[in-house]
C-alpha cells in the first residue's frame, strides 16, 4: 500500500535559517503529492502541491520538487520567520479515478525562535 | 478559499452522553472524510463518503457513526461518549478536479471526562 514518512520533529531554527523538511514515499503509479500545514488551534491547509515527476509546488516561499527517482518530496524555504511556526504534513493522492484515498505523513513541528 | 465549518470548535461532556458533531461545506464536493487527530499529531481517517447515502468506515476502528443525507452536510455521532474519544476531529472534503485536494474545516476538540 502506499506510504509516505517524513523526518521527525520538533525542527527549531532561528528566524532567517534555511528549512528543509524530508519527506519520502512509497506508491504504485503516479501519485499526486502535497504539503499541508496546520497552525495552532486550525484545521489544515494545502500548502503545496505537484502531479506530475520534476513538478515544483510553490507557495509562501516554500517549495517541494517531485522527484520519481528518488521518491521524495522535500520542503524547502530559504528563510523562515516566526509566522512559520507550525506543523507540517507530507501527503500523497494515489493516481487514477473514483476515490482517492490521500496518505498522511505523521506530522513535522516547526518551531522558528527570533 | 475553502469553505468547511465545524460545530462545535470545543466541547466538554461527560462519559455516557450522546454527541452529534457537524460538518458542513459550501463547495459542492461529493466527497467528504472525518479524521481524528491524536495529541502526537498523526491523522486517522475513521469515516468517509463518495456522496448522498454513501459511507463507509475509514483506517481507524471508531465507535462513531455518520451519514450523509445532504451533498453539503456529514454530521458525525457518538451514541456514548467516553474519555477514550478525546480527541481531535477534522472534517475535510474534496473533489476530483483538484487532483485529490483536501479542504480541511477548524476542527472540533472534545474533551470527555
Known amino acids: 500500500g502506499n506510504s509516505v514518512t517524513q523526518m521527525e520533529g520538533p525542527v527549531t531554527l532561528s528566524e532567517e535559517a534555511f528549512l528543509t523538511i524530508n519527506c519520502t514515499y512509497t506508491?504504485?503509479?503516479?501519485?499526486?503529492l502535497f504539503w499541508y500545514v496546520q497552525y495552532p488551534g486550525e484545521g489544515l491547509q494545502l500548502l503545496l502541491k505537484?502531479?506530475?515527476?520534476?513538478d515544483k509546488g510553490s507557495n509562501k516561499g516554500f517549495e517541494a520538487t517531485y522527484r520519481k527517482e528518488t521518491t521524495s518530496f522535500h520542503l524547502e524555504k530559504g528563510s523562515v520567520q516566526v509566522s512559520d511556526s507550525a506543523v507540517y504534513f507530507c501527503?500523497?493522492?494515489?493516481?487514477?479515478?473514483?476515490?482517492?484515498?490521500?496518505?498522511f505523513g505523521t506530522g513535522t513541528k516547526l518551531q522558528v525562535i527570533p | 478559499e475553502a469553505d468547511i465549518y465545524q460545530t462545535p470548535r470545543y466541547l466538554v461532556i461527560g462519559t455516557g452522553k450522546k454527541i452529534t458533531l457537524e460538518c458542513s461545506q459550501t463547495?459542492?464536493?461529493?466527497?467528504m472524510y472525518w479524521y481524528q487527530q491524536d495529541p502526537g499529531m498523526e491523522l486517522h481517517l475513521i469515516h468517509y463518503?463518495?456522496?448522498?447515502?454513501?459511507?463507509e468506515k475509514g483506517d481507524l476502528s471508531s465507535e462513531s457513526t455518520v451519514s450523509r443525507i445532504r451533498t453539503e452536510h456529514f454530521p458525525l455521532t457518538l451514541e456514548s461518549a467516553r474519555p477514550s474519544h478525546t480527541s481531535q476531529y477534522l472534517c475535510?472534503?474534496?473533489?476530483?478536479?483538484?487532483?485529490?485536494?483536501?479542504?480541511f474545516g477548524p476542527g472540533t476538540r472534545l474533551l470527555v471526562l
Open positions: 475535510a472534503s474534496s473533489d476530483d478536479t483538484k487532483a485529490g485536494t483536501q479542504y
Open positions: 506508491a504504485t503509479g503516479y501519485p499526486s
Open positions: 505537484a502531479t506530475k515527476a520534476d
Open positions: 501527503a500523497l493522492s494515489g493516481a487514477g479515478g473514483g476515490y482517492q484515498k490521500v496518505t
Open positions: 463547495m459542492g464536493h461529493d466527497k
Open positions: 463518503s463518495y456522496g448522498v447515502n454513501s459511507t
